[in-house]
């Protein structure tokens, strides 16, 4: 089974950094796509951030010039780097991979979560 294990979460005051991993089992270039969703309470679940195999980058607006994604297929990890971090950043950072197999079929991967607080 596919494994993804997040870790850096935590506690931080307004305009601090944290970085989080995501621990894959296996080599992440056997996923398509891998990314960083995040939900807070009350709200959907949104797009944070996406680094696909062709290593083009997206991330959601809200992030945009403050948070980083970038892979290590070495090491089978994928980060997320935020800097300027807010209260509105404040939810549960889920890690996610999409696999499309060759013969048909998507597969999509999750995190069980790490929780982000940014608060004084």
């Known amino acids: 089974q596919v494994q993804l294990v997040e870790s850096g979460g935590g506690l931080v005051q307004p305009g601090g950094s944290l970085r989080l991993s995501c621990a894959a089992s296996?080599?992440?270039?056997?996923?398509?796509?891998m990314g960083w969703y995040r939900q807070a309470p009350g709200k959907q679940r949104e797009l944070v951030a996406t680094i696909p195999r062709s290593g083009i980058t997206n991330y959601a607006n809200s992030v945009k010039g403050r948070f980083t994604i970038s892979r290590d297929n070495a090491k089978n990890t994928v980060y997320l780097q935020m800097n300027s971090l807010q209260p509105e950043d404040t939810a549960v950072y889920y890690c996610?991979?999409?696999?499309?197999?060759?013969?048909?079929?998507?597969?999509?991967?999750w995190g069980q979560g790490t929780q982000v607080t940014v608060s004084s």
């Open positions: 296996g080599s992440i270039a056997s996923f398509n796509v």
């Open positions: 996610n991979a999409h696999m499309v197999r060759t013969m048909g079929g998507d597969y999509v991967y």
